[in-house]
């Protein structure tokens, strides 16, 4: 499975860290949700879901988690522990969060509005999904 990782610039100086994302730059697509994840206990497993058509940028901005993939034929596991990297994750993907180190905060970027109709919360039904496609 081919893993999108992103590394952006970190603008730091002797004040701190700054990553700036810009759509269609360091993000490829225009971004119509922001939300971020806050303490999830570390085994707790968050996820267990696919989507239709959301893409996503998630990206660890404190802290660190373990992000599962599944595609339906391949399996993989990224680690997000560093401020300027993000992890593409296409729809038609399994994901599970968790590993989430104490503190940690997990920042996602949408491409579309919440939509609970763009889940597949079973994973039978996902493996129908994407079989059938
Ligand atoms: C995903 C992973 C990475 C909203 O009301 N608006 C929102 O934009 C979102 C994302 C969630 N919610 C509500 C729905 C649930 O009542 O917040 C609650 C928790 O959502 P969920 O159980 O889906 O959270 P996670 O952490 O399992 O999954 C989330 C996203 O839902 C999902 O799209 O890809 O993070």
């Keep these: 499975m081919e893993i999108r990782k992103y590394t952006y610039d970190i603008r730091g100086d002797e004040r ?5 994302l810009e759509c269609m730059k360091e993000i490829p697509f225009d971004i ?11 085994d707790v497993v968050r996820g267990h879901h696919a989507h239709k058509n959301l893409k996503q ?5 404190h802290g660190s988690c373990k992000i599962g993939l599944d595609n339906g034929k ?8 560093k401020i300027n990297e993000g992890l593409y994750i296409e729809s038609d993907m399994w994901r599970t969060m ?5 503190g940690a905060v997990l920042l996602v970027l949408a491409s579309e509005l919440y ?9 039978d039904e996902f493996i129908n999904y994407v079989n059938n496609k």
Aim: charged letters at 30%; a negative charge; aromatic letters at 14%.
């Design 16 to 20: 701190g860290n700054l990553v700036a």
């Design 74 to 81: 391949e399996k993989a596991e990224v680690l997000l522990d």
């Design 98 to 102: 968790y590993d989430f180190s104490e």
């Design 32 to 42: 119509k949700r922001v939300y971020y994840i806050t303490d999830t206990q570390t």
């Design 57 to 61: 940028i998630l990206i660890c901005v």
């Design 115 to 123: 939509d609970e109709a763009d889940y597949i919360r079973n994973y």
